[in-house]
């Protein structure tokens, strides 16, 4: 059977650290408030001035997980970009990502599942390998979230916890009778709650799409009810996590690593609690990047990959909650 066997991966978190502390020169937040909230001590921002969109980030990102799986950029069949913050409004990311790969008429999809994106690809490339559709595919999730964040005390709620940054993978469909790979997925949406976290505009719906009062009421800059959120990912998280257990027959101690999205560290802690798993079996890396949404889930498994804190022969959890709402989980085990 075709597998969907992961070659490579790389990251890539533009150089400008922004900490806690120089964010209190913009708005009215502390260092303590920060930490204690979400567990974020500093984020990367793409530069003030402009310039660097999000396919660039995601470039930089693949070219590393190219380089680690062995491949040129000829080799991938097909890209898929997760983002939800496009370098323009159309065409996607994943078009200007393969321009910039110096590709010529490569497919590339642009998916849009928010801190979910990385893990809907992995179902997409899980379907797209498993039937013979693709056989190379490079996965991205990348966001720039700083330049359409409002950065003032008005904002501070979101402005606090977002941050830039890039996460590629490479996957290669391998012939083997093996139970490796991406061995179980679960995806889920709530679209009733679609206006619990959003940026409205500029808006189809609206005629113009952005004007000034839009911007007046702040409409252009996102918006999160946090408290539904954080309820909806500790009640959804879990259940999510043990539907692919049970798809794959283990346990929840048979996991080696799970690597949740980065969006609060509490909601992960809660998380590993209400699994009772042991301590250190959660990554968390959001001390140091802040939630880059689609991005967090790629950047956590190649951190975690360089540490060696997985490897050949680990069984992995990854999962994710966001907007959309959006949630899912993906089970992939290593070939030894
Ligand atoms: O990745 C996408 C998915 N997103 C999430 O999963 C996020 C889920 N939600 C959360 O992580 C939390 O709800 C937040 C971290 C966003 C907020 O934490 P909270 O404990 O829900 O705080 P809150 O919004 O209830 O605000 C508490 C207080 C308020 O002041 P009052 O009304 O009690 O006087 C806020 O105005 O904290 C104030 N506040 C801040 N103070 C300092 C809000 N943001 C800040 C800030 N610095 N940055």
Known sequence: ?????????????????VTNEDLTQWMDTSDEWIQQRTGIEQRHWVPEEGGVGTSDLGLEASKTALDRAGWTPEDIDLIIFATLSPDIFFPGSGCLLQH??????TPALDIRQQCSGFLYGLEIIKAYIESGLANRILLVGAEVQSTGLNISTEGRDMT??????????????VDTDAEVGILATSMHARGKFSDSLMTEAPASRENPRINEAMMKANRHYPYMDGKTIFRQAVTNLSKVAKKTLDQVGISKDDIDLYIPHQANIRINQFFGESMKLEEGKVFHNIQRYGNTTAGSIPIALDEALEMKLIGAGSTICLLGFGAGLTWGSVIYRFPE
């Open 1 to 17: 059977m075709k597998r969907a066997i992961l070659k490579g991966t790389g990251r890539y978190l533009p150089p400008r650290i």
């Open 100 to 105: 910039k790969l110096g590709l010529d008429s």
């Open 160 to 173: 606090v916890i977002f941050g830039d940054g890039a996460g590629a993978a490479c996957f290669e469909a």
